[in-house]
């Protein structure tokens, strides 16, 4: 078996066992392995199968964009999709399957695309659906053959805590640079966190021959928090960094950030580059010293750097024969590694390459590969065969500088380094190690202890910053592509594209970075290019003469690594409100709804009668005896000082300066462009004191808009915001006033307390502010009282009202019963283009106001066409339109409803809708189309249906 | 007007929530107590005429006795305690502009407090020093708040005050996170 003896520094309990299945088979594994480790620690060949061309798939990096190894366990609770095998803890009872095949993954019947792929070239989905025709067609065959496995509709919800955290340095990255800067920083005083997406921190320090202090160092110090199996999956404004773990996103606010994420090991692209065992020398070195697992006898290393020679020591040291060492640069390295190797009888090709790797007959990894001669970027004829089961490859690295980019870094492309390094920095944010161009592991700690000095400058500490780190390894190879006639030298695993796909694209005109990564997909995948853009970006620069640094790179947008859905939504707050009235309308059985943040009663539920009865008797109730609502949600502030008149009228549309105390104004805000925004019911309580409301939802955008106004101003007075501390309810109806004489001492006459009245006055006991509003169209009051004694009015109301008939009211009713008196519902009624004009409300506008706001939009409007115009309707016929529904004429949209619906009082579906100006005529017939597409009828009338000359509001004579 | 509660505005109602009294998290409502608010430029020349002591930096807080004198900003106080009902019933002055305070207030310690703090909230509390009774104006769980971090017992506690009508919901989600704290690991 491949798993073989204890290993100083494994992460493998040999001790705990742990069972599990894949593709229905049983096997056991061990605490720490990964799914991946586990399975090849068994045996297990083809873990996986590709995107495309279903060819047979195993280990490329181990580093967690094994993009082809995604699996689906059915082990839990719910099937759980994709995911990572190379980097996820193996669980017992796991039931693991690939994703992506059909069959299982050793008989995979879709691999015979593979024989097809001349006929899938780049571009294939682009080119299949320009033909309109079979759009429809391909579609369904892209659904059955594409994506990558199967979501669970049936999973939970799962809620996880998201966390705010803060340090003064976030170090990124714990291998030996990342470390480094840590020990350094905290050493320093600082308050120093290390992310680290590994099990483990110390990076390659664990699988190489490299120091292991740093380690120790970094865990026992106490200014270090260590986060590991975490990763940093973006970077945003002012050093914010989202931390991904296991259970959450943790939030992390760093005043500096040290990226020391290393580099991205990189594949050699030659044919058959893609046959399991073929991997990187990091990922043989993981898999041999960490989950002790040795899936190969014998290796051939293919190399372009000095590690390629270290690291096959490190293999042969652990029972690997390495064959042969092909190494793609002009000279081979005369090391003491390299001389280790020749000594073990392996044999050092220099200027080579291997030019195809053979598939072995159980057609599950490598038989043997295929050596020519490299020159000048090309291989030559093939020069021997060499039998072996593996192929570890060691050519150089891709920066990990997702995050660089993300927070605005300059690249820049060293060309003697072969690599992208940052040229120019942005502000608290650092780099070091290999993502800097460091790749020695002394000049690594060199570069990160560097990066901390500088962060401490940064954060104001008196520290002498050493000098730049030279780096003289060049590990980076700058043509590691082998051409081949069969093609099936894939650039990007992921979406198994070879490298003619890019000539193609080219070719077809794609040879920009951005165009070609689209047209191609290269990087698209669900590694997102970390094994695959910088071949590709090498293979456009070579195609279009350009130098890497003028092809450029494309930036991976946060989160550049795949997160959960469930750590985003966290816990998804939700904030609502509740009136102090809430308690009494659950006993009332109300059936709530949601206005904005607010709970409120949509009606009180009846069990012998329809949620429509409920409503309509609600209604009726109103216009025959008295009716109490709850509105307690309406956005309540008051203004005071000798300026709040004027503040008032260069906020609202009318005049308040002259507005008596003790009397109410009706009050249309609008926007600087002169939509109006909101309504509400302004009372003079005082020489220097106003009262207002405003509607439900808007309450806490317009108190802080008229705090930024009153700050801006500097007028001499202020607002306060009441909407939570006060509380409101509504009586209305013709016994409205009976019932209010009952628990307050006021003359409730019109004469002493006229329509739009307002008092101060003690109901039922409570210091209460009186309207004497008529929203819903009958006599009534709207009474305001500190929230904490509203239910004292509330309970006494409904009380002393049983004998009139009292009966709570919802929002539906007040719906209804203020469109019978064609009062707007701002939002409702109204949109984000409605100007006082559109709406009817002209008649508020005080346009010789010296300011207020929207006036100068408003004057300008007033010059134009009006475009449609609000009007009553009346529908013909029983069918009631939506609110919505399209006004109609002659095939052009004219207009919309507004509001509509069916009043037993007046026994009409009636309703608000906006027409053309020409079609608002009484007794106009404008056609509605429906949901369905019927059109009917609505005769256009005056907007106010019940009771059109208020007598409802006058005193009997 | 009357600006003692005889019930919590949680419920508004007889029914009481259930505190948490645990070593690691205690969530307890103190919403009761009565409060006063003032606002506007002549402030601190409304409370100083009044005989009231206040905080000289912006926000922070002086304790005195079982009073809670809390300067939210510039030139807005909150105060919260016995001396808040003596206050309401004097006469403001021009530039000083009364703010009814019906707050629920909640007040929320143990040796879990910042875990729980750095759930609920994105200010760094680890930042300030309770000695210094700090007063932060922020957002938890969605909802707006005023906070004051103070030392009671000799371990830090943080008041939560939030306006009434959100206060069922805020209390309902601290519950839930408080409880999640207490029973991980």
């Not at chain 1, 664990?206 to 740093?214: A, V």
């Not at chain 1, 003289?472 to 030298?489: C, M, Y």
């Not at chain 1, 019927?934 to 059109?948: E, L, Q, S």
Request: net charge positive; hydrophobic share 40%.
């Amino acid at each position: 078996m491949p798993r073989i003896s204890k290993q100083n520094n494994e992460w493998i309990n040999r001790n705990k066992k742990l069972s599990f299945e894949f593709e229905g088979k049983k096997y056991e594994g061990l605490e720490g392995d990964t799914i991946t480790s586990a399975l090849l620690a068994n045996g297990v060949k083809v873990l996986a199968r590709s995107f495309k061309y279903h060819r047979p798939r195993s280990v490329l990096t181990f580093s967690n964009h094994d993009a082809n190894i995604i699996m689906q366990d059915d082990g839990g609770s719910f099937s759980m999709a994709n995911i990572r095998a190379d980097v996820v803890a193996l669980k017992a009872g796991m039931k693991l399957s690939a994703v992506n095949t059909f069959g299982d993954v050793n008989h995979d019947k879709a691999s015979i695309l593979g024989n097809f792929s001349k006929f899938l070239p780049v571009g294939f989905y682009y080119k299949a659906f320009h033909t309109k025709a079979l759009f429809m067609q391909w579609e369904k065959m892209f659904r059955a053959l594409t994506g990558l496995g199967k979501v669970d509709l049936s999973a939970p919800r799962v809620r996880t805590p998201k966390k705010y955290d803060f340090c003064d340095v976030l170090v990124v990255g714990g291998g030996a640079s990342g470390l480094s800067a840590a020990i350094t920083a905290a050493d320093l005083g600082l308050d120093v966190v290390v992310v680290d997406e590994n099990q483990k921190i110390g990076g390659s320090i664990n699988y190489t021959n490299s120091p292991r202090d740093l380690i120790e160092k970094a865990k026992a110090n106490s200014k270090i928090r260590i986060i590991e199996n975490a990763y940093a999956s973006g970077y945003y404004a002012d050093n914010w960094i989202p931390i991904i773990d296991k259970d959450k996103m943790t939030k992390m606010r760093a005043k500096t950030v040290i990226v020391a994420q290393g580099a991205f090991e990189q594949p050699c692209v030659f044919h058959n580059n893609d046959l399991p065992n073929i991997m990187t020398m990091g990922a043989g070195l993981k898999l041999l010293n960490l989950y002790a697992v040795q899936t190969m006898k014998t290796a051939v290393c293919v190399v372009a750097n000095e590690y390629g020679y270290e690291g096959a020591v490190l293999a042969m040291d652990k029972g690997v024969k390495i064959a042969a060492i092909i190494d793609m640069r002009d000279e081979a390295s005369n090391s003491l590694a390299a001389q280790r190797l020749k000594d073990a009888g392996t044999k050092i090709y220099a200027k080579s390459c291997i030019y195809e790797a053979e598939i072995n007959s159980s057609k599950d990894g490598v038989k043997s590969v295929k050596i020519a001669n490299f020159i000048a970027n090309k291989a030559g004829n093939v020069k021997a065969e060499i039998e072996c089961d593996g192929v570890l490859m060691a050519i150089g690295y891709a920066p990990a500088a997702n995050l660089l980019y993300q927070a605005n870094t300059k690249m820049t492309f060293d060309e003697e380094m072969g690599q992208f390094v940052p040229e120019v920095l942005p502000k608290a944010v650092f780099a070091c190690g290999k993502v800097n161009g460091k790749y020695s592991y002394e000049n690594r700690v060199k570069d990160g202890a560097l990066a901390a000095l500088k962060a401490a400058k940064f954060l104001g500490q008196n520290v002498e910053v050493l000098a730049e780190v030279k780096e003289t390894l060049k590990p980076n190879f700058a043509w590691p592509i082998v051409e081949h006639p069969k093609g099936k030298n894939f650039v990007d695993m992921d979406e198994d594209l070879q490298l003619k796909d890019f000539k193609n694209a080219v070719q077809e005109g794609f040879d920009n970075i951005e165009l070609l990564k689209r047209y191609s997909t290269n990087g698209m995948g669900p590694s997102q290019g970390k094994h695959s853009n910088m071949n590709g970006l090498r293979v456009l620069g070579k195609l279009t003469g350009k130098k890497p640094q003028e092809v450029g790179t494309t930036t991976a947008r946060p989160n550049y690594h795949p997160v959960f859905l469930s750590h985003m939504a966290g816990r998804s707050f939700s904030p609502e409100r509740l009136t102090p009235l809430h308690s009494r309308h659950e006993k009332l059985g109300a059936v709530f709804m949601n206005a904005g943040v607010w709970k409120r009663p949509e009606y009180y539920a009846n069990k012998a009668l329809s949620r429509k009865e409920c409503i309509e008797q609600e209604a009726m109730n109103i216009h025959n005896n008295v009716g109490i609502i709850d509105v307690g949600t309406l956005g309540k502030i008051e203004i005071s000082g000798k300026d709040a008149g004027e503040f008032l009228e260069r906020i609202y549309i009318s005049k308040y300066k002259d507005l008596k105390v003790g009397r109410g104004r009706y009050g249309i805000m609008c926007d600087e462009t002169g939509v109006v925004i909101d309504d509400g019911i302004i009372a003079r309580i005082g020489e220097d004191k106003f009262y207002f409301t405003t509607t439900t939802s808007n309450a806490a955008t317009i108190y802080r808009e008229l705090s930024r106004l009153n700050t801006m101003w500097k007028l001499d007075c202020g607002i306060v915001n009441l909407t939570g501390a006060m509380g409101a309810i509504n009586l209305a109806g013709p016994k409205s006033r009976e019932l209010l004489a009952q628990v307050c001492d006021l003359d409730l006459s019109a004469k002493a307390f006229p329509f739009m009245g307002v008092k101060i006055t003690k109901v039922c006991g409570v210091e209460a502010r009186l309207i004497r509003a008529g929203f819903v169209g009958e006599w009534g009051y709207e009474i305001h009282a500190p929230a904490n004694e509203m239910a004292k009015i509330w309970d006494e109301l409904m009380e002393r009202g049983k004998g009139m008939g009292i009966a709570p009211f919802g929002v539906e009713a007040q719906r209804l019963l203020r469109l019978q008196k064609g009062h707007i519902i701002i939002g409702q009624d109204t949109d984000g283009l409605t100007t006082p004009y559109e709406a009817n409300l002209g008649f508020a506008l005080k346009m010789d106001k010296p300011f207020f706001i929207g006036k100068r939009s408003l004057q300008i409007i007033a010059k134009k066409p009006q475009r449609h115009i609000l009007c009553g309707i009346e529908i013909i016929g029983n069918e009631a339109p939506k609110e919505c529904n399209l006004v109609i004429e002659n095939g052009e949209i004219k207009g919309r409803v507004t509001s509509v619906s069916y009043s037993k009082k007046l026994n009409k579906i009636i309703g608000l809708a906006y027409v053309a100006p020409e079609q608002n005529k009484d007794g106009n017939i404008i056609k509605i189309k429906l949901s369905n597409g019927t059109m009917i009828d609505a005769k256009i009338v005056t907007p106010t249906f019940y009771d059109p000359s208020h007598n409802n509001q006058k005193e009997a004579a | 007007m009357s600006y003692t509660f005889d019930v919590s505005p949680l419920t508004y109602s007889s029914k009481v929530l259930p505190e948490i009294n645990n070593e690691k998290i205690s969530l307890k409502d103190i919403s009761l107590s009565p409060k006063y608010g003032i606002k506007g430029k002549n402030s601190i020349a409304l409370l100083e005429g009044l005989g009231v002591a206040i905080p000289t930096e912006y926000n922070s807080a002086i304790i005195d006795n079982d009073n809670f004198i809390m300067r939210l900003g510039t030139t807005e106080f909150l105060i919260d305690g016995s001396l808040a009902e003596k206050l309401v019933n004097e006469q403001t002055i021009d530039g000083a502009y009364f703010v009814l305070h019906q707050d629920a207030c909640l007040e929320l310690s143990g040796t879990k407090l910042n875990d729980m703090l750095q759930e609920i909230c994105a200010v760094n509390f680890k930042e300030f020093d309770a000695q210094k009774l700090p007063v932060i104006l922020t957002s938890m769980v969605g909802v707006g708040v005023v906070t004051l971090l103070y030392k009671k017992d000799g371990k830090d506690t943080i008041r939560l005050y939030a306006d009434p009508t959100y206060s069922a919901y805020f209390y309902k989600t601290l519950s839930q996170i408080a409880n999640e704290i207490i029973t991980r690991e």
